[in-house]
């Protein structure tokens, strides 16, 4: 009795709480059973899950042709790297991504988790390129799909952070000079499209290198993406600096802490801490913006789906499983980003270690 | 202290003859290397013939026009999408970031799913699916789809009944064997990325505008139904005033990253400013001008943006004031 009352009271709070509200539950159940079945049967009763061309154009998009992911992911995932050879980014991708995960959930204590990263990094480099261990040598022109992805975000990630703090300190500066170029910069960046700095990464940067020197378009537009996150992360950095109390710099030079002392041990920890959840959105932007490198011709996750796809006159009318399939992936990573930087906030609220 | 300002003065100077000795010579390998390929420079390409034609253009363009004039037939597309894709996104956005906030259930996680969705997915591939869905998924222009009575939906895009045309008042689109004639007609183009601009940017705005008003306290709230007011008075009487201030900065914040995002129309090649700026660098090989004249454009705007915002603040601050 109590329980049909519990529900009840539930029910109405929930779903029946006022004519609207009562009337917005009606027309949603309605719009479910209308939309739903149809969905339903494209997505799994109608689809077509064998790598069998001749069947999905049997079908006529009336269900979903997901045998196009089965014949082509590998070719989707690792892009025009050999395929004899795609246990190397395979591993190289999983042992990335392992030790990222590890960082994000904490699962190793401070040391192991430096020596996890200088032995993973050039590991990763290793794997994909080759030349060494008795691996064939393969060109960064040959990297594609998602090593590529996980690649241009995690390092653009990673090198933007310390140029982000530099220009942030930067902006702090008693030197007008100094505050002046940062402030440029920033707001230079801010100020224009990422594809803009990607042409400038892709067009200009072999023409104001000197002579003899030339670096690869994949470094180059690393590079960009850098310079790129770096403005943004280095305003999010700004915020946290401001938002440590003056009495912070107070009570450090009280204790004789020179300025550089007291940056590095007591304002800085307190105002990464502060923006650890606008840095993470940082992140899912940089790592759903590395899809942009497709304009310049490199073959990350997007570009190598295409790809896959514009050749095969079999396989090119199914495009948008495709997009399904590599959206998903997309979406599991920033997900996972963006319920890790929501965690953070509460695990320091909860612990009061919050500022 | 006399010691301290020498100190910072020197290192300024440094630092200043540092910048200039690094600025100088990479202008000196830029020329040299410029010289070396047969690369010209300068900005007086902008008014030979353009020599490439533009698929859509609100401005009138032709190939004989001057490359200065295609740039800004590129820039009136960018704001032809642009201003649309901004009110459309507000609106929706608006609307999702209140439903976040409902008390019903079902409203509340269909909203959430909707923000949560469309945000993590990056906008180039919504763009590049939309498009797909578009040109290659909806019926040919003989067969298209009727939405409303004179609205077509097809490959060819979207007809739409407007003003002017022979007969009257309004142009009026036709089915026919042929296709479809008269009425104003939206290019799969500019559709895939008024659709995908629209929907992305709509899952920022709701984030604003939720947080926006879960930034009032809730004491507000209660406080005004204990005073009697209605639900639609407490919110356009005292959560919105209160909010706005709140929204309206992060949201000409996405509206300027919204202008911004229309530059991966090169990707489906709908003619933006991005878009023309690649054809010309492509055609004359002035690649620093183009990408400068991109860079500047973008910059001007934001600019602008940033003083509109302003403006809009004071003028809000004023209005929540008042009422």
Known sequence: ?355 | MQGRRRRKLGIQALLAAALLAAFWWLLDVTAANMAERGIRSGFDFLRDPAGFAIGESLLPFDSADSTLWALAAGLANTLRVALPAILISTLLGTLIGLGRLSTNLLLRGLCTAYVETLRNVPLLLQLLAWYFVVTDLLPLASEALQLAPRVFLSKSGLSLPWFGGDGGLFDLPLRGEMGIVGGAALTPEFLALLLGLSLYTAAYVAETVRAGIQSVPRGQSDAALALGLTRVQLFRLVLLPQALRSIIPPLTNQHLSLTKNASLAVAIGYPDLVSVANTTLNQTGRAAECIALIMAVYLILSLLTAWLSAWLERRTGRWAERS
């Open chain 1, 1 to 355: 009795m109590n329980r049909i009352a519990a529900s009840r009271a539930w029910l109405r709070r929930n779903l029946f709480a006022d004519a609207f509200s009562g009337a917005t539950t009606l027309l949603l159940l309605a719009g479910a059973i209308y939309w739903l079945p149809g969905l339903i049967d494209w997505m799994l009763l109608q689809a077509v899950f064998r790598p069998d061309a001749a069947a999905c154009q049997a079908v006529n998009h009336a269900g979903a042709c997901w045998g196009v992911v089965a014949e082509k992911y590998r070719f989707i995932l690792f892009g025009r790297y050999p395929h004899a050879e795609q246990w190397r980014p395979l591993l190289a991708t999983a042992l990335l991504l392992a030790v990222i995960v590890a960082s994000g959930l904490r699962l190793l204590s401070r040391r192991s988790l430096v020596t996890a990263w200088t032995l993973v990094l050039p590991s990763f480099f290793i794997l994909m390129g080759g030349g060494s261990f008795g691996l064939t040598p393969v060109g960064s022109d040959q990297w594609g799909g998602f090593p590529l992805t996980l690649l241009l975000a995690a390092m653009g990630m990673l090198l933007a952070f310390p140029l982000a703090i530099g220009v942030a300190l930067g902006r702090q500066s008693d030197l007008p000079l100094l505050r002046g170029l940062c402030a440029v910069y920033v707001e230079l960046v801010r100020g224009v499209p990422l594809i803009s700095v990607l042409f400038l990464a892709s067009f200009l940067f072999p023409i104001i290198l000197p002579q003899g020197v030339s670096i690869d378009v994949l470094l180059r537009v690393q590079a960009g993406i850098v310079l790129f996150a770096a403005a943004y992360l280095s305003e999010t950095i700004r915020g946290g600096l401001q938002a440590v109390p003056a009495g912070q710099h107070d009570a450090a030079a009280a204790l004789g802490l020179g300025r550089w002392q007291a940056m590095r041990w007591i304002i800085l920890p307190q105002a990464l801490r502060a923006v650890v959840p606008s840095m993470m959105n940082s992140a899912v932007s940089v790592f759903k913006d590395t899809s942009l490198v497709t304009v310049v011709s490199l073959y990350e996750l997007t570009g190598s789906l295409s790809l896959a796809l514009a050749g095969d006159a079999e396989w090119r009318s199914f495009y948008l499983e495709g997009y399904l399939f590599i959206g998903l992936i997309y979406w599991i990573g920033c997900y996972a980003m963006s319920r890790f930087s929501r965690g953070f906030e509460s695990r320091v609220g909860a612990g009061g270690t919050a500022i």
